[in-house]
Structures are given as structure tokens and as C-alpha cells.
T-cell receptor, first 113, second 112 residues
Framework: DVKVTQSSRYLVKRTGEKVFLECVQD?????MFWYRQDPGLGLRLIYF???????EKGDIPEGYSVSREKKERFSLILESASTNQTSMYLC????????????FGSGTQLSVL | KQEVTQIPAALSVPEGENLVLNCSFT??????LQWFRQDPGKGLTSLLL?????REQTSGRLNASLDKSSGRSTLYIAASQPGDSATYLC???????????FGKGTMLLVSP
């Protein structure tokens, strides 16, 4: 079975801190995605990547950056965390073509105080 | 811009009932549609994927249909069980794009 692992289930950070959210998949998937999920707003795409060292902005990239140095790992970076970035963050991966199933990690609930 | 709507937002049924969840989308030019399940505080699990050329997909007690021309999909759950309680989301992959557009989900509660 495909496994998408997010490094933390719960994270509490202070405003202004630099935050790293890590995601690792074990199925050699080319495509990886970062979403955030908020009540009433649903899932929103932050960034995605179709290959190592490649990244594309999603719908809400402001305040975030990403890194994909290795195929299996896709990191989301909050350069200076703010309270409006408190959210559930979900990582996902899939193999090309893009029409294939999307596999999600368990999520990281981030609270920024 | 593609928009995906799921109705109802919440549904409560007694155990054993058959039920239908609805998903509609505004742009019929899609590659496929996926139905996901999400348990509270967890990630999403893909249940069924229907390609644009298909009319339906089945997995166990779940059956998903797709009517691309009318911009609608339904997820049918037969003989519902308390373990089916979760939020169900649909998502479409748009032609010419490479990312999914999600609905906001239907929260299902199946009571024993």
C-alpha cells in the first residue's frame, strides 16, 4: 500500500517562527501536493511539484514556500508563521499521468499562537 | 473557474438505510472525478475514481456514477453502517489542468 507520512500530527508554534512541515512518500510518485483545510473553506492547494527541484504555485501560495530536493520528500515552509496559518495541512502524492488516484497523509494540525 | 458543490452538507440516517450523496460541477470538461472519505482529524482516503469516459464505478457497497454532460455525480452507499460515518468529498480533475478541485464535503452520520 502507498504510504504518505507527515512528520508531525500536531504542532504548536509562535508567531514569527520559521516552520517546516515534512512529507515523505514511499511509492516513487512523481507528483506531490500540499493542501490546507479549514472549516467552511474546504481544501485549498498551496503548492505542488511534478518532479525533483520543480514546484508550482497553487491557489494560495502567499506566505509559504516549498522544497523538493529528493523525489520522495516534499517540504512545506512557513517563513514567518502567522496566526492565520493555523490550519490542518495535508500532503498528497500520485503517479503520472495526473489522472491517477491521489494518496493523502494523515495531516498536521498546526496551531500558531 | 471550476466549482464543485456537494449537497447536502450534512446527513444523518439510521443504520441499514441506502443513501445517496450528490456532487455537481460547473465545467463539464473534466478528465475524471474522485470520491474521498475523511475521518475526523485524519487525511483523505480515495474511494472511487471515475474516468470521464466511464459512467460508474463500484467497490463493495459503494457505487459512484458520473453524468459529465449535466455536471453531476452521485455516491450511493448501500445498507449503511455506523462505520460509514465520515465526511465524503468529491473532486474533479479538469481538462487542461493538472490539479483537483474539491467540494466541501458531506458529513454523514449513521446511527445504530
Amino acid at each position: 500500500d502507498v504510504k504518505v507520512t507527515q512528520s508531525s500530527r500536531y504542532l504548536v508554534k509562535r508567531t514569527g517562527e520559521k516552520v517546516f512541515l515534512e512529507c515523505v512518500q514511499d511509492m516513487d510518485h512523481e507528483n506531490m501536493f500540499w493542501y490546507r483545510q479549514d472549516p467552511g473553506l474546504g481544501l485549498r492547494l498551496i503548492y505542488f511539484s511534478y518532479d525533483v527541484k520543480m514546484k508550482e504555485k497553487g491557489d494560495i501560495p502567499e506566505g509559504y514556500s516549498v522544497s523538493r530536493e529528493k523525489k520522495e520528500r516534499f517540504s512545506l515552509i512557513l517563513e514567518s508563521a502567522s496566526t492565520n496559518q493555523t490550519s490542518m495541512y495535508l500532503c498528497a502524492s500520485s503517479s503520472p499521468p495526473a489522472e491517477e488516484k491521489l494518496f493523502f497523509g494523515s495531516g498536521t494540525q498546526l496551531s500558531v499562537l | 473557474k471550476q466549482e464543485v458543490t456537494q449537497i447536502p452538507a450534512a446527513l444523518s440516517v439510521p443504520e441499514g438505510e441506502n443513501l445517496v450523496l450528490n456532487c455537481s460541477f460547473t465545467d463539464s470538461a473534466i478528465y475524471n472525478l474522485q470520491w474521498f472519505r475523511q475521518d475526523p482529524g485524519k487525511g483523505l482516503t480515495s474511494l472511487l475514481l471515475i474516468q470521464s469516459s466511464q459512467r460508474e464505478q463500484t467497490s463493495g457497497r459503494l457505487n459512484a456514477s458520473l453524468d459529465k454532460s449535466s455536471g453531476r455525480s452521485t455516491l450511493y452507499i448501500a445498507a449503511s453502517q455506523p462505520g460509514d460515518s465520515a465526511t465524503y468529498l468529491c473532486a474533479v480533475l479538469n481538462s487542461g489542468y493538472s490539479t483537483l478541485t474539491f467540494g466541501k464535503g458531506t458529513m454523514l452520520l449513521v446511527s445504530p
